[in-house]
């Protein structure tokens, strides 16, 4: 039998707000919003995984999911209720499938955790550009219908010469010492798809360049590298520019 003095102050034809102001309603948009973003990615990782989806097709909408993702967290107030990443999957995710953990749901856990999704937030480019070398074989046929480049190398002099520019402004910006991850950062992720664009040869020091996209990726927007790190970044650069100029040859 329902308490009665619960039940006289409970309309249940009365619709629930979430919110009580249009900030508020906007922040639980954005939060929402990044929510479906997670659930989509991990669904594209695995199509892609599965040969489901064509190389271009993947990495057009994975690109755009990254740049949405990006976009909401630019919102002070979305970043702020954000915190990060694991903390957004624990206070959201998990609790939006707990009401469910009584059913016969399988891989759960996967679902909750998103792990693909994840791991393409953390790197924050498309498996096509942040792997090229694994790329699935129904799209190389390009590559191999070049006899007169080497294996793994196809791309025109223009090409090439701005992969080489690439490397040259992102050098000389950290020469001027451009250190913040919103200056660097773009110009890093424009030199990398440059690179690829060119060969999908795992060369020396392209691994440094990934690591280094990856790890300006987790650096607030105004954040800048410090002079130890700028010198090693320099360093390491330099010596992926020389092992990508050895795979021209």
């Not at 976009?71 to 499938?97: G, I, M, P, Q």
């Not at 060369?203 to 590298?225: D, H, T, V, Y």
């Amino acid at each position: 039998m329902p308490h009665t003095s619960l039940s006289a102050t409970i309309n249940l034809d009365e619709e629930v707000k979430l919110s009580n102001t249009a900030a508020e309603r906007d922040l639980y948009d954005s939060l929402a919003e990044i929510y479906s973003i997670i659930i989509t990615l991990e669904g594209l990782e695995k199509a892609y995984i599965k040969d489901s989806i064509p190389e271009a097709e993947y990495t057009e909408i994975c690109s755009r999911l990254l740049k949405q993702y990006k976009s909401n967290l630019s919102d002070e107030r979305v970043a702020r209720e954000f915190v990060d990443l694991e903390t957004f999957k624990r206070e959201w995710d998990v609790r939006s499938f707990l009401h469910y953990s009584q059913s016969n749901i399988p891989n759960i856990d996967s679902q909750i955790e998103c792990p693909r999704a994840t791991e393409r937030l953390r790197v924050n480019l498309p498996a096509t550009i942040a792997d090229p070398s694994s790329n699935h074989p129904q799209n190389s046929t390009s590559h191999a219908t070049s006899t007169s480049a080497p294996s793994g190398l196809s791309a025109s002099g223009s090409q090439i010469l701005l992969a080489t520019e690439n490397f040259i402004t992102f050098l000389d910006a950290l020469k001027l010492n451009m250190l913040s991850k919103d200056a660097l950062h773009p110009l890093l992720a424009e030199l990398i798809q440059s690179v690829n664009a060119v060969t999908d040869r795992d060369f020396e020091g392209r691994a440094k360049i990934i690591s280094w996209l990856i790890r300006l990726n987790g650096m607030r927007a105004q954040e800048e590298l410090g002079d130890g790190e700028a010198r090693e970044l320099i360093f390491e650069m330099e010596g992926a520019y020389q092992g990508f100029k050895k795979t021209l040859n």
